[in-house]
């Protein structure tokens, strides 16, 4: 049983515009959550993460914003770069210890 | 300061064998998990170990099973390989902060 999904196994964005990436969960007890990007051969890296007292944190381009009545999370690219094209995973855990991983969106930045 | 890592990178085996991987946490990360991940699936939780112990394991069969030494450094066994077994293994270590999640390049295990 999933209880983290992205719904969208892919997405295309031209360079410069926004890209939304979406991932809803079904565990009302997550706290913690992740988002982590991956390049192929490689493992994720961490990208960003929000806890659940907030609904929106930002980096440089990269923002999450957290909806928990919604059980729905979203990261926002701006402005989207061609490096930017990797599978980007949403993970969300109760405890910190074990998390629950999406399976995936791949993103493709179009120059 | 060196990353999670993983061996081998590589890794081809039969249907049946038992298979063996192992991972380097970051230095003075004690807590190490496991992932799967296979197309479509995402990264599935395997188990994940602290100071020695499995504190929380994914739902997974018995040949799935994994240790962790003193020195933080875990191994992961699988044994009686099935061909369902082909997948990207990935290891993760933390200093037990929820965010301080840094993953290993992985193992890339075939079964043939």
């Known amino acids: 049983d999933q209880q983290v999904k992205q719904n969208s196994p892919s997405l295309s964005v031209q360079e410069g515009r926004i890209s939304i990436l979406n991932c809803d969960y079904t565990?009302?007890?997550?706290?913690?959550f992740l988002w982590y990007k991956k390049y192929p051969a490689e493992g994720p890296t961490f990208l960003i993460s929000?806890?659940?007292?907030?609904d929106k944190n930002e980096d440089g381009r990269f923002t999450v914003f957290l909806n928990k009545s919604a059980k729905h999370l979203s990261l926002h690219i701006v402005p989207s770069q061609p490096g930017d094209s990797a599978v980007y995973f949403c993970?969300?855990?109760?405890?910190?210890?074990?998390?629950?991983f999406g399976t995936g969106t791949s993103l493709t930045v179009i120059p | 300061k060196a990353g999670v890592t993983q061996t081998p990178r590589y890794l081809i085996k039969t249907r049946g064998q038992q298979v063996t991987l192992s991972c380097s946490p970051i230095?003075?990360?004690?807590?190490v998990s496991w992932y799967q991940q296979t197309p479509g699936q995402g990264l599935q939780f395997l188990f994940e170990?602290?100071?020695?112990?499995?504190?929380n394991k994914g739902n997974f069969p018995g040949r799935f099973s994994g240790r962790q030494f003193s020195n933080s450094r875990s191994e992961m066994n699988v044994s009686t390989l099935e061909l369902g077994d082909s997948a990207l293994y990935l290891c993760?270590?933390?200093?037990?902060?929820?965010?301080?999640?840094?993953f290993g390049s992985g193992t890339r295990l075939t079964v043939v």
């Open positions: 929000i806890s659940s007292i907030k």
């Open positions: 993760a270590s933390s200093d037990g902060q929820p965010y301080g999640y840094t």
């Open positions: 170990y602290f100071s020695e112990t499995q504190r």
């Open positions: 230095s003075g990360h004690r807590s």
């Open positions: 565990n009302s007890m997550f706290d913690y």
């Open positions: 993970a969300a855990s109760d405890t910190g210890n074990q998390f629950y």
